[in-house]
């Protein structure tokens, strides 16, 4: 079955710093999402992503973060000056776009720690 | 802004028993309803959906009840193994959104 891919599963780094957290879609979907889960919370939706830019994105989603598709497999999340509350569960996912946001399919998450 | 509460946060059950799983939503205008199932360590994956215009779906030992009236819709697990035991979470969505709002999930602990 095809699977959301994401790397690296745990990223440790210094506040200020910039990450990037990468995603490999499902290679036939179309919607692209960014959701996180701080430790204890819900998890939340950031941004979507259609036809290469932007659909949707929440008020978490600010000017330190920043999503690209650089080819076309990669979907990426950028964190330009990192905060301690950064410091989450970050998931990818995609779909079909058989409906907006429906039938999602979840990459196993990259474990961000902001020291 | 839509806002969905899950009960309860912990559930243990014998195998072969049932367990239900709660939700409930605040905006009237949600219109889909998924749940996720994640294994400890793994991926969130998603294990039924349900749309506003339907009141129930059933998959296999599987279903979902949806009150429209009341707001609420339900997960239902017959017949539990050791293997549903996971984390469930609820999920609703608003028209012309992109955004899923998830619950806060529910710990299930299926005991042989």
């Known amino acids: 079955e095809p699977e959301v891919t994401q790397t690296p599963s745990h990223q440790v780094t210094q506040m200020g710093q910039e990450v990037i957290l990468r995603c490999v879609p499902i290679?036939?979907?179309?919607?692209f999402y960014w959701y996180r889960q701080i430790l204890g919370q819900k998890v939340e939706f950031l941004v979507s992503?259609?036809?290469?830019?932007?659909?949707?994105k929440s008020e978490i989603f600010d000017d330190q973060f920043s999503v690209e598709r650089p080819d076309g497999s990669n979907f990426t999340l950028k964190i330009r000056s990192t905060k301690l509350e950064d410091s989450a569960m970050y998931f990818c996912?995609?779909?079909?776009?058989?409906?907006?946001?429906?039938?999602?399919?979840f990459g196993s998450g990259t474990q961000l720690s902001v020291l | 802004g839509e806002n969905v509460e899950q009960h309860p946060s912990t559930l243990s059950v014998q195998e072969g028993d049932s367990a239900v799983i709660k939700c409930t939503y605040s905006?009237?205008?949600?219109?889909?309803f998924p749940w996720y199932k994640q294994e400890l360590g793994k991926r969130p994956q998603l294990i039924i959906d349900?749309?506003?215009?339907?009141g129930e779906k059933k998959d296999q030992r599987i279903a979902v009840t949806l009150n429209k009236t009341a707001k609420h819709f339900s997960l239902h697990i017959t017949e539990t193994q050791p293997e549903d035991s996971a984390v469930y979470f609820c999920?609703?969505?608003?028209?012309?959104?992109?955004?899923?709002?998830f619950g806060t999930g529910t710990r299930l602990q299926v005991f042989p």
């Open positions: 996912a995609s779909s079909e776009a058989l409906g907006r946001n429906e039938k999602l399919f």
């Open positions: 290679s036939n979907h179309l919607y």
């Open positions: 992503f259609y036809n290469n830019e932007i659909s949707e």
């Open positions: 905006d009237s205008a949600s219109n889909y």
């Open positions: 349900i749309r506003s215009n339907v």
């Open positions: 999920a609703a969505t608003l028209p012309n959104t992109d955004k899923l709002i």
